[in-house]
T-cell receptor, first 111, second 114 residues
Framework: GQNIDQPTEMTATEGAIVQINCTYQ??????LFWYQQHAGEAPTFLSY??LDGLEEKGRFSSFLSRSKGYSYLLLKELQMKDSASYLC????????????WGLGTSLAVNP | DAGITQSPRHKVTETGTPVTLRCHQT?????MYWYRQDPGHGLRLIHY???????DKGEVSDGYSVSRSKTEDFLLTLESATSSQTSVYFC?????????????FGPGTRLLVL
């Protein structure tokens, strides 16, 4: 199969840094997405990685290691509004351009 | 904002009745998708479309059909609703920019089948 694994839940403190990990099977890998989903809302696109390394976008960064089948989303200077579910999704080659989705990591930011 | 709307936003129906959900987009995207999202299962693809009258099944297509007679509209029909189809349904489009293909989601439809 093409399982995507993420921790189910995480908690962190306002102002801190949190790292959300995602592991996936490497065979056929063709790109990895991170989405944010607030409760009761639709997922919204955060970042995309296809090459090894770190992509930075303001307080959010995403890292990819293709050889290890590993990515993480790094959230800095946490704010209460960052409390949400974070979804990792992977494109696999030959999969008719469909994404395989992880179950998401529910992040609670406490004051 | 990818110009995606879904209707209805909420619906309560009874087992055995047909239900049609509508996804409408205003930006002429070729690819459109229907997902359902349930606790413990994440997002699961029901059907997708790669053009007018061109559709294909996803991983959980049983009990669902789709139609795309115009670029802007992608309809999802539950032929005879069952309680297991109680879920949140999201429509998505795929936007291609500079080689990056990203899916953007509509606001969702909450369906309760009694």
């Amino acid at each position: 199969g093409q399982n995507i694994d993420q921790p189910t839940e995480m908690t962190a403190t306002e102002g801190a840094i949190v790292q959300i990990n995602c592991t996936y099977q490497t065979s056929g890998f063709n790109g990895l997405f991170w989405y944010q989903q607030h409760a009761g809302e639709a997922p919204t696109f955060l970042s995309y990685n296809v090459l090894d390394g770190l992509e930075e976008k303001g307080r959010f960064s995403s890292f990819l290691s293709r050889s290890k089948g590993y990515s993480y989303l790094l959230l800095k200077e946490l704010q209460m509004k960052d409390s949400a579910s974070y979804l990792c999704a992977v494109f696999y080659a030959g999969n008719n351009r469909k994404l395989i989705w992880g179950l998401g990591t529910s992040l609670a930011v406490n004051p | 904002d990818a110009g995606i709307t879904q209707s209805p936003r909420h619906k309560v129906t009874e087992t055995g009745t047909p239900v049609t959900l509508r996804c409408h987009q205003t930006e002429n995207h070729r690819y459109m998708y229907w997902y359902r999202q349930d606790p413990g299962h994440g997002l699961r693809l029901i059907h997708y479309s790669y053009g007018v009258k061109d559709t294909d099944k996803g991983e959980v297509s049983d009990g669902y059909s789709v139609s795309r007679s115009k670029t802007e509209d992608f309809l999802l029909t539950l032929e005879s609703a069952t309680s297991s189809q109680t879920s949140v349904y999201f429509c998505a489009i795929k936007e291609s920019t500079g080689g990056l293909e990203t899916q953007y989601f509509g606001p969702g439809t909450r369906l309760l089948v009694l």
